[in-house]
């Protein structure tokens, strides 16, 4: 019987906090791949993945990379993730198009914040882990503390098939559960051939083996009922019971190891091909038809096309579209339907990713996932389709801008370049938005953080050669009345030969009952002392007062303005005279009202740990924050608070730093509120 090709493919990513060794481990199973034959460091900027000059600069990943091995007659499709919580976009775009992922944790801190944060992203797509614990060469690393914050804060069942040999810095190798076995590396990283389980820790090993198949049938139905008959679990049985709970997502298999060090590596690839899923163990994809109907399309390559565009890079060769294929064939010189933007597309070159290097594929096949030139209108989250079969694939979530500069180029000369920069920068990374203020005339840059937009600017800067200014984008102020005024008069008389101007006006203004509610005019006029023509006059000429305000020249709001009186001239009156007593008599009128300052006040949604409600309420108070209210959801504690829009400057990064960065915000505008004083002026 033939073996389907696609069981031999296994798509995945590397997850992880920050620091906590994701792109070594994706160093090293290249080495072990025999991918690169020189291992790449972090900290010497010579790793594959880490290519961009900020990621070598900064010592992070900023950018999710694809690469692609071949281990043991498999090919993995492989994609090192960021772990910044700034990039959580990256994660969340990758997370799409993955069947499978590794989650890498510190073997010393455990679980961190953002473990914590991508592991819920990897939840809502379903997508089944490993667990590797890293680092189990550093000073205090112990793999039973790692795993129980793996129990403890993302509530899996972890089920451990490695004990360590040694500790800290004399772990040489780790002793295989499944095989009773010892797997041990050289000072240099080479693997030693598989040996007995030492004697010293025959015991603890048999102990172990003994609570995994307890953990195993307690899990496992199969592997309960061959638990009762026999009182054990044979290794065939136990690693068909650890695919299954992998893959259901009842429980994720945990390994060990020192990246750094090169140990670990290769029982790590083995138990990716064992455990995670090929494209034929994952349910069909599903996507909506022209008719509205949905759709499912298998992993074959004989099926119709549908592929997810879920990454655009511009490079030095032209702009790259990564695509992950999930059915059908996609071949060079191919014209294929872009179902989102509703137009034909041909593929110019199809490439097989390795980082920023890449190898011409002739076609790719369902499963693959490859980086395609040529595409022109095709943006993360675009579905690439057969023509005669149109599909459109649910793209991947995008997360609102939390934090936002205004951007101006140096030089004046600069500015139509800089649009155009912003531009690609916002079809590369969706999490990116670009707008110009309409009352400021900035151009206001948003994102995720303020680490998110300083890469995003000075990736203007390299790739562009051009200077930026960075600033804080000013907050759109109002004015309103506080206490209005009655009877105030005005008269507007112009005499300069020919047909001269007259106009005479009373008006009341009082504020509305709601500060910004916006303006309403009325005439109380009676007698026809001012005609209805010129009332319209009038009101229009209020209108154009309400530009700038008395305070600081802000726009004026909130506010009822009455006529209630008037005088016209049988020559000098006219529509124009009326309009420009309404404009004058208004602006003279506010300088005598008691007028307030009000700024822009949103409603913030925070969800944070309970241990760090205390220091958030406190920051909420300290930016003049109003909290409405607070509840208690799954462990965490969500808590709403009117905030001033100013104040919320840098809050993503305050909140970050108090809560260990895993409290998150959301906010939406709510209207406006007095300002204290002293006002700022424009």
Same mark, same amino acid.
């Given at each position: 019987?033939?073996?389907?090709?696609?069981?031999?493919?296994?798509?995945?990513?590397?997850?992880?906090?920050?620091?906590?060794?994701?792109?070594?481990?994706?160093?090293?199973?290249?080495?072990?791949?025999?991918?690169?034959?020189?291992?790449?460091?972090?900290?010497? +900027?010579?790793?594959?993945?880490?290519?961009?000059?900020?990621?070598?600069?900064?010592?992070?990943?900023?950018?999710?990379?694809?690469?692609?091995?071949?281990?043991?007659?498999?090919?993995?499709?492989?994609?090192?993730?960021?772990?910044?919580?700034?990039?959580?976009?990256?994660? @969340?775009?990758?997370?799409?198009?993955?069947?499978?992922?590794?989650?890498?944790?510190?073997?010393?801190?455990?679980?961190?914040?953002?473990?914590?944060?991508?592991?819920?992203?990897?939840?809502?797509?379903?997508?089944?882990? /490993?667990?590797?614990?890293?680092?189990?060469?550093?000073?205090?690393?112990?793999?039973?503390?790692?795993?129980? %914050?793996?129990?403890?804060?993302?509530?899996?069942?972890?089920?451990?098939?490695?004990?360590?040999?040694?500790?800290?810095?004399?772990?040489?190798?780790?002793?295989?559960?499944?095989?009773?076995?010892?797997?041990?590396?050289?000072?240099?990283?080479?693997?030693?051939?598989?040996?007995?389980?030492?004697?010293?820790?025959?015991?603890?090993?048999?102990?172990?083996?003994?609570?995994?198949?307890?953990?195993?049938?307690?899990?496992?139905?199969?592997?309960?009922?061959?638990?009762?008959?026999?009182?054990?679990?044979?290794? &065939?049985?136990?690693?068909?019971?650890?695919?299954?709970?992998?893959?259901?997502?009842?429980?994720?298999?945990?390994?060990?190891?020192?990246?750094?060090?090169?140990?670990?590596?290769?029982?790590?690839?083995?138990?990716?091909?064992?455990?995670?899923?090929?494209?034929?163990?994952?349910?069909?994809?599903?996507?909506?038809?022209?008719?509205?109907?949905?759709?499912?399309?298998?992993?074959?390559?004989?099926?119709?096309?549908?592929?997810?565009?879920?990454?655009?890079?511009?490079?030095?060769?032209?702009?790259?579209?990564?695509?992950?294929?999930?059915?059908?064939?996609?071949?060079?010189?191919?014209?294929?339907?872009?179902?989102?933007?509703?137009?034909?597309?041909?593929?110019?070159?199809?490439?097989?990713?390795?980082?920023?290097?890449?190898?011409?594929?002739?076609?790719?096949?369902?499963?693959?996932?490859?980086?395609?030139?040529?595409?022109?209108?095709?943006?993360?989250?675009?579905? /690439?389709?057969?023509?005669?079969?149109?599909?459109?694939? @649910?793209?991947?979530?995008?997360?609102?801008?939390?934090?936002?500069?205004?951007?101006?180029?140096?030089?004046?000369?600069?500015?139509?370049?800089?649009?155009?920069?912003?531009?690609?920068?916002?079809? @590369?990374?969706?999490?990116?938005?670009?707008?110009?203020?309409?009352?400021?005339?900035?151009?206001?840059?948003?994102?995720?953080? @303020?680490?998110?937009?300083?890469?995003?600017?000075?990736?203007?800067?390299?790739?562009?050669?051009?200077?930026?200014?960075? +600033?804080?984008?000013?907050?759109?102020?109002?004015?309103?009345? +506080?206490?209005?005024?009655?009877?105030?008069?005005?008269?507007?008389?112009?005499?300069? &030969? &020919?047909?001269?101007?007259?106009?005479?006006?009373?008006?009341?203004?009082?504020?509305?009952?709601?500060?910004?509610? &916006?303006?309403?005019?009325?005439?109380?006029?009676?007698?026809?002392?001012?005609?209805?023509?010129?009332?319209?006059?009038?009101?229009?000429?209020?209108?154009?007062?309400?530009?700038?305000?008395?305070?600081?020249?802000?726009?004026?709001?909130?506010?009822?303005?009455?006529?209630?009186?008037?005088?016209?001239?049988?020559?000098?009156?006219?529509?124009?005279?009326?309009?420009?007593?309404?404009?004058?008599?208004?602006?003279?009128?506010?300088?005598?009202?008691?007028?307030?300052?009000?700024?822009?006040?949103?409603?913030?949604?925070?969800?944070?740990?309970?241990?760090?409600?205390?220091?958030?309420?406190?920051? /909420?108070?300290?930016?003049?924050?109003?909290?409405?209210?607070?509840?208690?959801?799954?462990?965490?504690?969500?808590?709403?608070?009117?905030?001033?829009?100013?104040?919320?400057?840098?809050?993503?990064?305050?909140?970050? %730093?108090?809560?260990?960065?895993?409290?998150?915000?959301?906010?939406?505008?709510?209207?406006?509120?007095?300002?204290?004083?002293?006002?700022?002026?424009?």
């Amino acid at each position: 019987m033939r073996t389907n090709p696609l069981a031999a493919v296994r798509n995945l990513g590397i997850l992880a906090h920050v620091d906590a060794g994701k792109t070594t481990v994706t160093e090293r199973i290249l080495f072990a791949t025999g991918t690169t034959h020189k291992r790449g460091e972090v900290h010497d +900027g010579t790793t594959v993945t880490d290519f961009d000059p900020q990621e070598r600069d900064r010592g992070i990943t900023i950018f999710a990379a694809a690469v692609s091995c071949a281990w043991d007659g498999h090919r993995i499709n492989l994609i090192d993730t960021p772990g910044h919580v700034d990039f959580a976009d990256e994660v @969340e775009r990758s997370l799409r198009v993955l069947d499978g992922a590794v989650a890498v944790f510190d073997a010393v801190a455990g679980v961190e914040p953002q473990s914590e944060s991508v592991w819920r992203q990897a939840d809502r797509h379903g997508v089944p882990r /490993l667990a590797f614990v890293n680092k189990m060469d550093r000073a205090g690393a112990v793999l039973d503390d790692a795993v129980a %914050s793996v129990r403890e804060r993302l509530h899996p069942a972890p089920l451990v098939v490695q004990l360590p040999i040694g500790a800290e810095d004399t772990f040489t190798g780790v002793v295989d559960l499944l095989r009773m076995r010892a797997l041990t590396w050289t000072d240099e990283g080479e693997a030693n051939p598989a040996a007995p389980v030492p004697d010293d820790l025959r015991a603890e090993a048999a102990r172990r083996r003994r609570l995994l198949e307890e953990a195993v049938a307690e899990l496992h139905p199969g592997a309960l009922e061959e638990f009762c008959d026999t009182g054990a679990l044979g290794t &065939g049985t136990l690693i068909g019971a650890l695919r299954d709970l992998t893959r259901s997502g009842d429980a994720v298999v945990v390994l060990c190891g020192s990246a750094y060090r090169n140990r670990g590596i290769e029982p790590l690839l083995d138990a990716v091909l064992a455990y995670l899923p090929s494209p034929l163990d994952v349910p069909p994809v599903r996507g909506t038809g022209d008719d509205g109907t949905e759709r499912r399309r298998p992993a074959d390559p004989a099926a119709p096309l549908a592929a997810l565009a879920f990454k655009v890079s511009a490079t030095a060769t032209g702009r790259l579209t990564h695509l992950r294929v999930y059915s059908g064939t996609i071949g060079k010189g191919d014209t294929v339907w872009d179902a989102t933007a509703r137009r034909p597309e041909r593929i110019g070159r199809i490439l097989r990713v390795q980082a920023d290097r890449h190898a011409p594929l002739d076609r790719a096949v369902a499963g693959d996932i490859v980086a395609v030139v040529g595409l022109k209108s095709a943006r993360a989250g675009s579905t /690439l389709c057969a023509p005669d079969a149109p599909l459109v694939l @649910e793209p991947p979530g995008v997360a609102e801008p939390v934090v936002s500069v205004a951007v101006e180029a140096l030089r004046g000369t600069d500015t139509g370049r800089l649009a155009s920069a912003l531009a690609r920068l916002a079809e @590369e990374d969706p999490s990116l938005a670009v707008r110009t203020d309409p009352e400021t005339g900035q151009t206001v840059l948003s994102g995720m953080g @303020e680490l998110h937009l300083e890469v995003a600017v000075e990736k203007i800067r390299r790739d562009h050669g051009m200077g930026v200014n960075v +600033g804080r984008p000013r907050v759109s102020y109002r004015e309103t009345v +506080g206490r209005g005024v009655s009877g105030f008069v005005y008269r507007h008389v112009k005499q300069d &030969g &020919g047909a001269g101007q007259f106009a005479h006006v009373v008006l009341d203004v009082e504020p509305l009952d709601t500060p910004g509610a &916006g303006f309403e005019f009325h005439s109380a006029v009676v007698g026809g002392r001012v005609p209805q023509e010129y009332v319209r006059a009038v009101g229009a000429g209020c209108r154009d007062a309400l530009a700038e305000g008395p305070l600081g020249g802000h726009p004026v709001t909130g506010l009822r303005v009455t006529l209630t009186d008037g005088a016209t001239h049988v020559k000098d009156s006219s529509d124009t005279a009326f309009r420009t007593a309404g404009r004058f008599g208004l602006r003279d009128a506010l300088r005598a009202c008691a007028m307030v300052l009000l700024e822009p006040v949103v409603e913030v949604t925070v969800t944070v740990p309970e241990d760090a409600v205390g220091g958030v309420l406190g920051d /909420l108070a300290a930016r003049r924050g109003r909290v409405t209210g607070s509840v208690v959801r799954a462990g965490a504690t969500v808590v709403t608070a009117t905030v001033p829009l100013a104040e919320l400057f840098g809050y993503a990064t305050r909140l970050r %730093s108090r809560t260990q960065g895993r409290g998150t915000f959301t906010s939406r505008p709510t209207g406006y509120a007095p300002a204290p004083a002293p006002a700022p002026t424009r």
